[in-house]
């Protein structure tokens, strides 16, 4: 019996890439630097912001370390606005969570991008009633693949790992719910295709978000 979900943010709940693309556009911009395309920035984000400072360094073919701390730096200073930046829900996931909360579920949200940005994210997007608990990165947090702030988070929900299910859109939410011990649900809306979700531990893939109910219930699918 399941009794909490888990969600990444970005690409999972949130359409957030046009924020990303924003705010690191700007600093490119200001360092003189190619700036990427959208689609350029569905593959660079879901590891945090060090390494998405680095496939941008590495996207320009200039990985020199003084670099970096000036990129993250103009970065993270244009998100602290930014990140709400043409931030949507993708459509069905406002009515999924409030299905979710009728059915009891206690919901989480463990996402790469800093704590503050992640929590100004949720707050804009849902309001505050809908999670019971976010968490974005820290100092004190390793990011994911680590499971630790996934097992934080499901700790703060007041459950086991085993009564998680745990809901992403790339490869490493898959290694992250899977090295939690939690029942890993791939979505195909966000930024990775299907093959990469099996392949790295999805145990489910759904296309649509009410889906995710039938997996909560515990209910098996038929093709």
Known sequence: ??????FDL????????????????????????????????????GDGVDMLVRRLLQFNKREQEP??????ERYLGYFLEGCKYHVTPYPGILDLTRELKAMGAKLGVISNKPHANTVDVIHQVFGEDIFDFVQGQTKELPRKPDPAGALYTARRLGVDPKECLYIGDTGTDMKTGRAAGMYTVGVLWGFRARQELEKTGALEVIGE???????????????
């Open 67 to 72: 670099l970096f701390d000036e990129l993250k």
């Open 10 to 45: 970005d690409g999972t709940l949130c359409d957030s890439v046009e924020s990303i693309a924003y705010s690191a556009n700007h600093a490119l911009r200001d360092m003189g630097l190619k700036e990427a395309s959208l689609e350029d920035y569905k593959i660079f984000v």
């Open 1 to 6: 019996m399941y009794r909490a979900c888990i």
């Open 209 to 223: 978000p009410m889906e995710l109910c039938r997996i909560y219930r515990g209910e098996e699918h038929y093709d």
